[in-house]
């Protein structure tokens, strides 16, 4: 059984930065893709960055690009969202995500990922 816990998320002023981590559990974590996406008060769950199950290829959401990084360490079944210039906007819980396929393409859509860990909260102060 997959298991996706993250961690990293809190309190941060505006411009800040924050590093999400996500390791997981339950099987090859090097053949498969991963994501993270965001979900804030009242709104539906986004999409923020996918990277492929070698770290080759990263896709970003526009509203993040530039100012976050997400990359993997396949030794360690970890993936990470580095977040710099964090803006009130960012402010959201932050879901790791993994998909039922592996290699192959990286996907920005949450019906294509399965399995999902618990989130963990971020909130930028204005």
């Known amino acids: 059984q997959v298991q996706l816990v993250e961690s990293g998320g809190g309190l941060v002023q505006t411009g800040g930065s924050l590093r999400l981590s996500c390791v997981a559990s339950?099987?090859?974590?090097?053949?498969?893709?991963m994501g993270w996406f965001r979900q804030a008060s009242d709104k539906e769950r986004e999409f923020v960055a996918a990277?492929?199950?070698?770290?080759?290829?990263?896709n970003y959401a526009d509203s993040v690009k530039g100012r976050f990084t997400i990359r993997r360490d396949n030794a360690k079944s970890m993936v990470y969202l580095q977040m710099n210039s964090l803006k009130p906007e960012d402010s959201a819980v932050y879901y790791c995500?993994?998909?039922?396929?592996?290699?192959?393409?990286?996907?920005?859509?949450?019906?294509?990922?399965?399995?999902w860990g618990q989130g963990t909260q971020v909130t930028v102060s204005a």
């Open positions: 339950g099987r090859t974590f090097s053949n498969f893709a």
């Open positions: 990277i492929s199950w070698n770290g080759g290829t990263t």
């Open positions: 995500a993994a998909p039922k396929i592996p290699y192959g393409t990286i996907w920005s859509t949450s019906y294509s990922y399965p399995y």
